[in-house]
């Protein structure tokens, strides 16, 4: 049996109006207020565990992933978080291999800050296990810091050409659209209001002396099509305080891949995709290089699917379940019952787009033992766990994804890379490289 434990975060509250709140205090007035929060200590030992699913471009790709081979599509698949390979580095949810699913680990103990290794025993239906090796890095930087605090963040670079952002979805370009960056006009109150990217990504599975993480240069694997997280989890290490197991049920296993489909509808590009059971809410954003304009100028087009204007830089990440729960009431993000979404006609080039999506997956968080209910007695959490998860594809507008071109479904895989491009006329990836300083 698993060790009970109580989740991290409180539910998410709606702002009650002032008015109201004084008016509550007034006739409760003598009422006995909740207890409150008593002091508390961080846990013992954290772990952190991240899940992906990665489809679409780039898929398929074997050995002739990020970097690899001839396949002119393997820059893009990198790009994007698609690569490939044989081996399946650390961090893997973050950068993709490929296509498929991916699990990153990282364990660490605060009576062993020089931990070396741990392992973690995992159900058999994971069909990577029964025991996974954590290993320390051995040249790694010290542990970071959590900033994950919701935030909007401005670009740390000054971007290239001429950008334009488009949002929303809908057939038609709206009513004071796009917003125009031109770097030869550009003041810093014009950067603000462009780069406008939230995010509320916290810290999961990292890198760290004293840190040990699985995969590593020992063993590593993709998680099988058919691999499931659900069941009874165990951490042990020196210094790992003993009972540090847990259950992990359906609601919070790893997420289907998403199927993206495009087509063209007068102009618009009309998106749908297969809805995924335990998404909290979805986003998509595009981009596309428009080449050198008449004045001599490159200009880039940015789409994304949200209401509120927003470059999505900061959304492609795990993000906390209450930034997800009240963005998508914002309409930031798409509802989960969601599965279609048009870029508004004239926004894309009718080749070269690189569109992406993705699902948020509950979070999950706990913690052993739980809080006390006496206000005055000290919380001393023995152990938590952070359980981030996502499922992401990319696509390009009119062309199958790699997967299906290797299969030969939808034509045939190129025998040859195309020729090179023009030097005087970047294509849409150095347009992105340059406005994300890559």
């Known amino acids: 049996m698993s060790t009970p434990v109580t989740s991290l975060h409180a539910p998410h509250r709606r702002p009650v109006p002032i008015a109201a709140v004084l008016a509550l205090c007034a006739a409760a007035a003598g009422a006995q207020q909740p207890p409150a929060k008593g002091p508390s200590k961080p846990p013992v030992a954290q772990a952190w565990i991240d899940v992906a699913t990665f489809s679409g471009l780039g898929s398929g790709m074997g050995g002739m992933g990020a970097g690899g081979g001839n396949n002119p599509l393997s820059a893009l698949g990198g790009l994007f978080g698609v690569g490939g390979g044989g081996s399946v580095p650390f961090l893997s949810t973050q ?182 059971p335990t998404a909290r809410g979805y986003f998509a954003g595009a981009f596309a290089g428009k080449g050198e304009q008449a004045d001599g100028a490159s200009e880039m087009v940015i789409w994304t699917s949200s209401e509120l204007p927003d470059t999505g830089f900061g959304l492609f990440d795990y993000q906390t379940n209450p930034a997800v729960e009240r963005w998508v009431k914002e309409r930031v993000l798409l509802a989960p019952s969601t599965t279609r979404c048009t870029v508004p006609k004239g926004v894309l080039p009718a ?76 294509g849409a990836l150095d347009l992105l490289r340059g406005v994300l300083g890559r």
């Open 95 to 276: 950068s993709g291999g490929g296509g498929g699913r991916y699990l990153d680990v990282t364990l660490a103990t605060r009576t062993n800050p020089q931990l070396a290794e741990g392992t973690q025993a995992v159900p058999a239906g994971l069909q990577i296990g029964p025991v996974l090796k954590l290993l320390s890095p051995k040249d790694a930087k010290p542990a970071p810091g959590d900033d994950g605090d919701e935030r909007v963040e401005e670009p740390s670079e000054k971007p290239k050409g001429r950008l334009l952002l488009y949002w929303g979805c809908g057939d038609t370009v709206r009513a004071g659209q796009p917003r125009v960056l031109d770097v030869a006009k550009l003041k810093p109150e014009d950067v603000a209001k462009f780069f406008i990217s939230r995010r509320a990504t916290q810290r999961g599975a990292h890198s760290a002396t004293g840190r040990p993480h699985w995969p590593n240069p020992s063993e590593g694997k993709r998680v099988p099509d058919g691999g499931s997280l659900v069941g009874e989890h165990e951490f042990k290490g020196q210094g790992v305080p003993e009972g540090f197991k847990f259950a992990i049920a359906a609601a919070n296993d790893l997420m289907p891949a998403l199927a993206l489909t495009t087509a063209d509808k007068a102009g618009a590009t009309a998106l749908e995709w297969n809805a995924l």
């Open 351 to 426: 080749e070269g787009a690189f569109l992406r999506l993705i699902a948020y997956g509950p979070e999950l968080n706990l913690v052993h033992p739980p809080r006390p209910a006496d206000p005055k007695a000290v919380w001393e959490p023995q152990w938590a766990v952070k359980l981030r998860i996502k499922s992401m594809t990319t696509a390009m507008p009119g062309m199958p994804s790699m997967g299906d071109v290797m299969k030969g479904e939808g034509g045939t895989a190129p025998a040859s890379p195309p020729p090179a491009e023009d030097k005087k006329k970047p």
